[in-house]
């Protein structure tokens, strides 16, 4: 079943700015997807107008295979934009992250619960009574990134959910990225981070300077493409260009690495 289903998106900004263009994807249900690309190339455009913020100039996107209203699936959808100010705005970061599921006539027993539990899963109840603009961009964004969450969508639209954010909170959000996914949710990720891909994606779609989606695949197919990579002035992962060419089966992580080295490998290419 598609969770998401875009024809022919086409945006250009006032002044004239193509920012998309002519842009085809599906997304079904449960699945992890990146749109990685380099500053500019339209990632976040895209990202915004898969999740209905702004209306396309052309093509149309449909959810859940149902409709083409974004409006009547906001209990369903939640979009992270890559500006953290756009989500907090109330006196404190406990309201903004109730504000989501107030508006969704949640009850307030149900909204606590939510704050409740997300604030546990990310490690904000520190945070919770200090009014947002007094937290430090890392902190911002993981604030934002919570008030995406309390909404509990099964589809999550995710522009850089980590820059800005230090390691062992950066492995915090990826672990609840993973506990979501394994939930079912569906995840799309923009990044201009190689690195980050294999950790939030299977798929890939892969954004050119020019608005375009210049390839599509799997993660594993699209990150060990140095040539594809480089040519959308991407650089391919630390460990990718350490084994390239001296293993069959490239690594894409540390972690991955690691257990090849364990194992005794990496197998010499003959
Ligand atoms: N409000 C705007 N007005 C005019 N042009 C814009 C506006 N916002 C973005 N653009 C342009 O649209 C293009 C795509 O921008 P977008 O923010 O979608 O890129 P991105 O891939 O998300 O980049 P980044 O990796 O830096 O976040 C760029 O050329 C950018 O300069
Ligand atoms: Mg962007």
């Known amino acids: 079943m598609t969770a998401i289903e875009a024809t022919g998106l086409r945006y250009a900004y006032p002044d004239g700015t193509l920012a998309v263009d002519g842009v085809d994807v599906t997304i079904d249900r449960g699945e992890r997807v990146a749109l990685l690309g380099p500053n500019g190339a339209g990632k976040s455009t895209l990202l915004e107008l898969l999740g209905g913020l702004v209306e396309p100039d052309g093509g149309r ?5 149902e409709t083409t209203d974004a409006d009547t699936v906001r209990s369903r959808l939640s ?23 107030a508006q969704l006539d949640c009850g307030r027993a149900e909204v606590d619960r939510r704050v409740e539990r997300v ?13 947002p603009f007094r937290l430090s961009g890392g902190e911002q964004r993981r604030a934002a990134l919570a008030s995406a969450l309390t909404v509990e969508p099964d589809v999550l639209l995710l522009d850089e959910p980590v820059s800005n954010v230090d390691a062992a909170n950066r492995a915090t959000v990826l672990d609840l990225l993973d506990d979501l996914a394994a939930e079912g949710v569906t995840l799309v990720v923009s990044t201009p981070d190689t690195e980050l891909v294999p950790h939030v994606a299977d798929r890939v779609l892969l954004l050119d300077a020019t608005g375009t989606v210049t390839a599509r ?27 390239e060419g001296r293993t069959a089966d490239v690594p894409l ?17 003959e």
Do not use: I, M, W
């Open 253 to 269: 992580t540390v972690s991955e690495a690691a257990g090849r080295l364990d194992a005794g490998r990496p197998d010499t290419v």
């Open 119 to 131: 604030a546990d899963r990310l490690d904000l109840h520190g945070l919770l009574s200090k009014p």
């Open 61 to 65: 996107v449909r959810y859940f295979g």
């Open 217 to 243: 695949g799997a993660a594993r197919d699209v990150l060990t493409d140095t040539d594809l990579l480089r040519d959308c002035d991407l650089r391919p992962p630390q460990v990718v260009r350490l084994f």
């Open 79 to 101: 979009v992270l934009t890559q500006n953290p100010a756009d989500y907090l705005f109330n006196p404190t970061v406990r309201e903004d992250l109730a504000y989501g599921p």
